[in-house]
């Protein structure tokens, strides 16, 4: 900013040289200059400048009105391990506050930790409209999301899976609707007898350059990361949620679903909704709707694409059907 001096019939800026510095870079006058007898440069501006034409505030206006005088007030229960940090899912929250906006609700977000849920069981989700496991690293916790899983699957409540979530529900449905005893990932199990969630070691990238990883790979180097396509399957629900047969969304992760044990598990009633096309991976899984209202699972990061403008499909259906459980009971 400049700091103003004016005077009759003029807009003057006054910049002292030791002042003005953005982004790295010393901003120089760039217009006939005259100096004051204190030395400073002073920039001589058009006179009469006319007034800018007033800002169209109209869709924060209606962004602000929502967030007050919200029709709907519903209950999302967020299970992690980080919540005693909850700026570590900022942009997830920012997501559901987006979507909340969209559905004219007030989404009241209750931070769960899954270890509390490992110890105490899943009393904690009762009366609870809607379940969301996020991402995260690590073993610490994954048998309470699995457990908060479960309970969303066995009590129609509609959850939401994002990465390690969505291949958590995989691994609860392998355990508790296919009898895959201690089916696991070998991100934390390495010797599972079913290894439903592994670390895929070649892949081909958006460019056609082939990435390869193992087990030894630096963690943050081997991640599949970025905007990756995903072809929808015709009949899902998630293809109904995007209204189009190809997404694009953004990856951060290195373990993938097992393709030669998800036969399986389809057989069993688990859609694969979404596929990335070349590869075949696994990028969102779901249920039907004759077995539960809302369930949904997906690989990539959809709250990295919502805003405040527009909001994002996934979480605005997912905050719908909160309101509908919740208009049920």
């Not at 919200?70 to 940090?85: Q, R, S």
């Not at 009241?108 to 899954?114: E, F, G, P, R, V």
């Not at 070649?202 to 990756?228: F, T």
């Not at 953004?250 to 389809?266: A, I, K, Q, S």
Request: proline fraction near 5%; hydrophobic fraction near 40%; include cysteine.
């Amino acid at each position: 900013m400049l700091a103003g001096a004016h005077h009759p019939g003029d807009t003057l800026g006054r910049i002292t040289h030791d002042l003005p510095i953005l982004a790295g870079y010393r901003i120089l006058p760039v217009f006939p200059e005259v100096t004051d007898p204190s030395g400073e440069t002073i920039i001589t501006f058009v006179k009469n400048i006319q007034p800018l034409k007033a800002a169209d505030l109209t869709l924060w206006k209606n962004f602000v009105d929502v967030l007050e005088h919200p029709t709907h007030k519903i209950n999302i229960a967020f299970v992690g391990k980080y919540v005693d940090l909850t700026e570590s899912y900022k942009s997830l929250t920012e997501a559901l506050v987006h979507a909340g906006v969209y559905t004219h609700s007030k989404v009241k977000i209750h931070y769960i930790d899954s270890e509390e849920i490992e110890n105490k069981g899943c009393a904690s989700l009762k009366g609870m409209n809607a379940i969301l496991v996020p991402g995260g690293f690590g073993r610490r916790g994954t048998e309470g999301k699995i457990a908060a899983i479960r309970f969303a699957r066995e009590n129609k409540v509609p959850y939401l899976g994002i990465c390690l979530g969505m291949q958590l529900a995989v691994i609860e449905f392998a355990r508790n609707v296919v009898g895959m005893v201690d089916a696991h990932s070998t991100e934390f199990e390495k010797d599972s007898p079913f290894p439903v969630i592994g670390l895929i070691t070649e892949w081909q990238d958006a460019s056609g350059k082939v990435e390869k990883r193992d087990e030894n790979s630096d963690i943050g180097g081997s991640m599949r990361l970025g905007g990756q396509l995903c072809k929808l399957n015709e009949a899902s629900l998630a293809r109904e949620i995007y209204g189009k047969a190809e997404i694009t969304e953004r990856h951060r992760h290195r373990f993938e679903v097992n393709n030669t044990l998800l036969g399986e598990l389809e057989s069993k009633g688990l859609v694969v909704s979404g596929r990335a096309p070349g590869t075949d991976l696994c990028e969102m899984v779901e249920l039907p709707k004759a077995i539960h209202p809302w369930f949904i699972g997906c690989q990539f990061h959809p709250e990295f694409t919502s805003s405040p403008r527009n909001g994002h499909p996934l979480f605005s259906a997912f905050v719908r059907a909160a309101i509908e459980t919740k208009a049920g009971e």
